[in-house]
C-alpha cells in the first residue's frame, strides 16, 4: 500500500483556472497539460477560455514545448521528468510533502520554489508576484544533482 498526499480534484481545478487567468493577465503565452488521472475533469475548452492551448498528449512527449513548466505535484512521474530535463521548472508547494533538508536544498537550486497556502475557504493562494518572479527566474535554477541523485538516468529525456 503507498500513501500519497493529493489536493482534492474541485481545489486543485480551482486552482489552475486561477493561474491561467493569471498567465494570460501576465501575458505569458500558456501550455495547459492536465494530470490524466485527474477525476473531476476541467471543462474541455477551459484552456482556450483563458488564451491557453491544452495537451493531452503524455508529459514526455510535451515537455520541450514549454519555455518554463510550473510543477505541482513532487510525486508525479512528469515531476521527476521535468526535473531530469533542460527546462526551467517552478515547483508550487502546496505543502503535502515533506523533503528532507538536504534534498529540499538540491530542490531548490533546480527549480524556483514557491509556498501554496489554504486560505479560509480551503483554496490554494500562492504569493501571486512571488509566482511571477519564480517563472521569471526560473532559468537560473540550472543544477542537476537533484535529479541526478534522485532519479538517476531513469527520467532522461
Not at 74 to 90: C, G, I, M, N
Request: net charge negative; glycine share 2%; aromatic share 12%.
Amino acid at each position: 500500500v503507498t500513501y500519497q498526499a493529493f489536493m482534492p480534484d474541485v481545489p486543485f481545478l480551482d486552482w489552475e483556472a486561477r493561474l491561467l487567468a493569471k498567465l494570460k493577465e501576465w501575458e505569458f503565452p500558456t501550455l495547459y497539460k492536465p494530470h490524466p488521472l485527474i477525476v473531476t475533469r476541467s471543462p474541455v475548452d477551459m484552456a482556450e477560455q483563458f488564451g491557453a492551448r491544452e495537451l493531452n498528449q503524455p508529459s514526455e512527449k510535451v515537455i520541450h514545448q514549454a519555455d518554463v513548466l510550473i510543477l505541482p505535484d513532487p510525486s508525479s512521474t512528469a515531476f521527476a521528468t521535468a526535473l531530469s530535463t533542460d527546462r526551467p521548472a517552478v515547483f508550487a508547494d502546496f505543502g503535502l510533502f515533506k523533503f528532507r533538508p538536504a534534498a529540499r536544498a538540491l530542490l531548490e537550486e533546480r527549480c524556483a520554489c514557491v509556498p501554496v497556502a489554504l486560505d479560509v475557504d480551503n483554496r490554494p493562494q500562492p504569493d501571486w508576484e512571488a509566482l511571477r518572479a519564480a517563472i521569471l527566474s526560473a532559468h537560473e535554477h540550472t543544477n542537476t544533482t537533484y535529479a541526478d541523485s534522485y532519479y538517476g538516468a531513469v527520467y532522461r529525456t
